[in-house]
């Protein structure tokens, strides 16, 4: 797995249908354990209303996916809530939606589409991110190949994480795995052969309004 949409912070979204009230609460999760201690908080926080309905993914190829009615008719809650998380390709991420009955039966079509609706709203006010997997890039260079390789550093949209100017320029850079071989292709090609390039650390990282964060 190269890269993946998930929930950097979950948020809470609210439909009224019918008297009925959704409430759909949105956690990242790493795992199942996690994802459990988050619906355990969920049913403390709602302890009066009727159904906590759920659906969480976690992983990739395959993904882990599990899903809840939790009492509302089979298939009317935890698959919309599920289908919601695949439809916005999201993975480590878990929707919690606590219904509080108004008094109005809203029949399976009825609760399909409220259920629906009210995780979309969830995850309309959380904040979604793509992590993607890179590393580290120390480029070493003489001040000649500096532009070249700004240029195609620019051109990726690669982040320069720290630099420093001696009788040499030493660079470090983010680089996505998927972008190595070609990029170390284009430096060398630039530069004449000139530049060394080490790579470091691997870590995840994502850009979160316009700042690259590292995980």
């Known amino acids: 797995m190269k890269a993946y949409r998930t929930v950097y912070t979950g948020g809470t979204g609210e439909i009224v249908e019918k008297k009925s009230r959704f409430i759909a609460d949105v956690f990242p999760v790493s795992g199942e ?46 698959k919309p809530i599920l289908e919601v998380i695949r439809g916005r390709k999201l993975t480590n991420v ?31 006010h959380s904040k979604i991110i793509t992590k993607i997997r890179g590393f ?20 990726r949209g690669i982040k320069t994480l720290d ?16 972008e190595e071989e070609k990029l170390r292709a284009d430096i060398m090609d630039g530069t004449n052969g000139q530049a060394v390039m080490e790579t470091g650390d691997g870590c995840w990282f994502a850009s979160i309004d316009g700042e690259i964060q590292i995980f």
Do not use: N
């Not at 509080?100 to 009210?118: H, I, K, P, Q």
């Open 94 to 124: 878990l929707v919690v939606v606590t219904r509080y009955f108004g008094g109005t039966l809203l029949g399976t079509g009825g609760l399909v589409r409220a259920y629906t609706s009210s995780a979309a709203a969830g995850l309309d």
């Open 33 to 78: 354990e996690e994802a459990l201690e988050y619906l355990e908080g969920i049913r403390k926080k709602y302890w009066d209303a009727r159904h906590h309905c759920w659906a969480y993914v976690t992983g990739d190829d395959p993904a882990v996916e599990r899903m809840s009615d939790d009492g509302e008719p089979a298939g009317t809650a935890g």
């Open 163 to 178: 630099s420093s100017y001696t009788d040499r320029v030493e660079l470090t850079v983010l680089v996505p795995e998927e």
């Open 136 to 155: 580290k890039l120390k480029i070493t260079t003489d001040y000649t190949g500096l532009g070249k390789i700004q240029y195609l550093l620019g051109q």
